[in-house]
């Protein structure tokens, strides 16, 4: 029992590696569950009570994985290939490529991320002459997906309504479309490989006695789905190793359920959950502060978290004029961290949506500082990527009409849209691929199909004769997409990132070399957005704080802490929402190790418009003698006789003090915060002045944008 492994871990992650049942670790973030997990798989194998190949370990995201397979073979002389450790969907995919033939599908079958997903349902409505405005596709979509993610089937389903009836029809339709084409959705992958094992005993079996040990990291965050499907692999006498952290659940949206916590403990009677109490990530005052916002929701499962860290430097509250000022204050900051020989591995700028990123990447440009954003548009989601990889979905599946579509006249080869419609309803009648009709396609169009079709197959004669990568760059082109954007003033860009991905097959490892397409095209439509194209140099890291859960880093920027931002303005109407965004913030706080940094703006463009939004509120529940606020005139508290009707109980004033005044109108000006006796709390958002009159607008909290004169309103200054 005296494995090298657990020298260094504390008696409560001793435990927890050791066990030789089942058992839910619950504990707070940076307690090193993540780390435990790992050492369990490393110590059950070096003490032989597991094979590598006995070892089923399921994370979070890809990079996760990848990082965990990387531990290993450092600390074990393991073939990383031979554990079965990756996200869910990856593992799934991994089954049913293996077991294909049981659920009908074929060997070569493509994952269709959410983009293909999107197209393929909007393709469908077209072919059922069904209206996208009665049938939104968005909404058909998350109506299939979220029913799937339920374990239901269009057979089985119970529809509310006519509406649902309808959505039902076009489940099964759509479901129809893709066994035809032989694709495959996210939801799917993981429906699909659970009945096929829970419709199949001796294939449960199998994997039972294959698998005897099961882990899962982040479990907080698992679905019912993916809990039936974990439960496929637990037998009698496998162990389930599981660890999360409740205050940590930040997909409830996507139908994650904290209650399967408390059904793993009776369902593997598991006992009580082991509880890590140290933490190891962060200091005193950043752990501080996570406990005091987490204190704030209801029904946690409960928790204590502790450091020996030291008390370390207090949190900053930066406050800018504009995203702009917020973004260029925090590239100036990174310069300086930079200067004093911390590298940019080490820092880390976070934000609540996507579309915070623009703002900061150009800061970060401009100040010639490397960044990678992750979680944007992923590397495989950019159309030259697409449109290439389509070729390639082509040759491997010829059924594959989405890709079909995608590329029949990209670049453009002279097939109109007349053409296509002609190819898509001579497919529908005869029930053949959109391939099959294109090769059947005469008059006078037949000259430009025609074309098509031979470049397609002369593709498929040099797959066949060309190692991987050397076919990925001859498809490239040969397509004539090289040609396109080199013709394109603006397509340099597109051509770099196709060579990076002849770069991508090359250094693709594939499980089965004779499958090396198909593997590589599964893998691009599961890569969970984190390629490193400019791997090796030291880069920031910008990423949304869902993307960043599980990590750690030394400095952290959280970014945008304002009112309808973090918390986002769609969890305002639900509790429930709200306590969400609360354990989004605190997954946010605590991946700083030793510095957080904490910014808010007070205008913000965001989708093409300019908002004027008040501090978070979450930054009033931070204890102050936590923070050191950077360019913010000391708060002044003072009680009020009565709060605003839409700020929560408990919710304390605080008088912000403005930076310089840009334009001051009759003792006003646009970003302050104002009140008045009717409309309740606003920021001023645009001032008119002239002769006598001064007016201004007036965003109110509650009542919405008004304009006031400023001779009769009552408007005083907060
Ligand atoms: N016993 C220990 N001694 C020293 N460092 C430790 C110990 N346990 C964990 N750590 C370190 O603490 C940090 C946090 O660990 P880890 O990432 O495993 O925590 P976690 O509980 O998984 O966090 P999260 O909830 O954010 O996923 C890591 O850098 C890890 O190496
Ligand atoms: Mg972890």
Redesign the pocket.
């Known amino acids: 029992m005296n494995s090298e492994f657990l020298a260094?871990?504390?008696p409560a992650?001793r435990e927890a590696v050791t066990t030789p049942h089942s058992a839910l670790v619950l504990?707070?973030?940076?307690?090193?569950?993540?780390?435990?997990?790992?050492t369990r798989i490393a110590w059950l194998i070096r003490e032989g009570l597991a094979s590598p190949a006995g070892i089923l370990g399921v994370t979070f995201t890809n990079k996760a994985a990848r990082e965990m397979q990387t531990r290993l073979t450092a600390m074990l002389p393991v073939n990383p290939k031979q554990m079965w450790i990756g996200t869910f969907h990856g593992l799934a995919n991994r089954l049913l490529r293996l077991h294909h033939r049981d659920v009908g599908l074929p060997a070569t079958f493509q994952i269709l991320d959410s983009q293909d997903q999107l197209a393929a349902i909007k393709r469908l409505l077209k072919t059922l002459q069904l209206s996208d405005e009665t049938y939104p596709p968005r909404q058909v979509m998350s109506f299939i997906n979220g029913s799937k993610e339920k374990g239901l089937r269009a057979d089985r389903f119970a529809p509310a309504d006519h509406f649902e009836v309808k959505l039902t029809e076009i489940w099964r339709e759509y479901d129809r479309q893709c066994r035809r084409e032989g694709v495959v959705d996210f939801a799917e992958l993981l429906l699909a490989s659970y009945e096929l094992l829970s419709g199949n005993t001796a294939l449960r079996q199998h994997y039972q006695s294959r698998f005897r040990h099961i882990l899962v990291?982040?479990f907080q965050d698992t679905n019912r789905l993916q809990y039936a499907w974990l439960k496929c692999f637990a037998g009698d006498d496998n162990t389930v190793f599981a660890?999360g952290?409740d205050d940590?659940s930040i997909y409830a949206f996507r139908g994650a359920e904290v209650g399967n916590m408390r059904d793993f403990l009776s369902d593997y009677a598991a006992g009580e959950p082991i509880r890590?109490e140290?933490?190891?990530?962060s200091t005193s005052r950043i752990l501080a502060a996570a406990n005091a916002v987490i204190a704030n929701n209801r029904g946690r499962l409960g928790k204590t978290l502790w450091t020996d860290a030291g008390e370390g430097e207090q949190i900053r509250v930066y406050r800018g004029w504009s995203d702009g000022e917020e973004a260029e204050f925090i590239a100036e900051e990174a310069r300086a961290l930079k200067r004093e020989g911390v590298s940019l591995a080490d820092v880390a700028v976070l934000y609540r949506s996507n579309a915070q990123s623009r703002a900061l990447e150009h800061a970060l440009f401009q100040a010639g500082l490397s960044y990678r954003v992750y979680g944007g548009l992923r590397f495989f989601e950019r159309q030259e990527i697409k449109h290439a990889l389509a070729y390639l979905r082509l040759l491997a599946n010829p059924a594959d009409d989405n890709a079909l579509l995608r590329i029949i006249n990209l670049p453009a080869r002279g097939i109109g849209a007349r053409t296509v419609d002609g190819i898509q309803m001579a497919a529908r009648d005869s029930g053949d691929s959109l391939w099959q009709a294109a090769c059947q396609v005469g008059g006078r169009a037949a000259a430009s199909v025609g074309r098509f079709v031979l470049l397609i197959e002369e593709l498929r004669t040099a797959a066949d004769t060309l190692g991987f990568a050397e076919l990925v760059s001859h498809v490239i082109d040969a397509s004539g997409l090289t040609a396109m954007y080199q013709a394109d003033k603006d397509g340099s860009e597109r051509l770099e990132n196709l060579s990076e991905l002849v770069n991508a097959a090359v250094s693709f490892v594939p499980d089965d070399p004779a499958q090396a397409m198909v593997e590589f095209l599964a893998h691009a439509s599961l890569e969970s957005g984190d390629h490193e194209a400019a791997a090796g140099e030291e880069a920031i890291t910008l990423m949304t704080v869902h993307a960043a859960?599980?990590?750690?880093f030394d400095s952290v920027f959280l970014t945008g802490l304002e009112e309808g931002l973090f918390p986002h303005e769609q969890s305002f109407a639900d509790p429930d929402g709200l306590e969400e965004e609360r354990r989004l913030l605190y997954?946010a706080i605590?991946?700083a190790?030793r510095r957080l940094t904490l910014s808010y703006a007070q205008t913000r463009m965001l989708h093409g418009q300019t908002r004027y939004p008040l501090p978070s509120r979450f930054l009033d529940e931070l204890p102050p003698e936590l923070l050191h606020p950077i360019n913010i005139e000391p708060v002044v508290r003072k009680p009020v006789e009565t709060a605003a009707p839409w700020a929560p109980t408990g919710r304390k004033t605080r008088t912000p003090v403005r930076t310089a005044a840009p334009e001051w109108v009759g003792g006003f000006r646009v970003g302050q915060t104002v009140t008045h006796p009717k409309f309740g709390l606003g920021v001023i958002t645009d001032a008119e002045a002239g002769g006598g009159e001064s007016r201004v607008e007036v965003n109110f909290q509650d009542a919405g944008r008004k304009w006031l004169d400023l001779r009769y309103a009552k408007l005083s200054a907060v």
């Open positions: 260094g871990l504390n992650q504990a707070g973030a940076g307690s090193g569950k993540t780390r435990v997990l790992t990291d982040e660890v952290d940590q890590l140290q933490n190891y990530r859960k599980g990590l750690e997954v605590t991946r190790r």
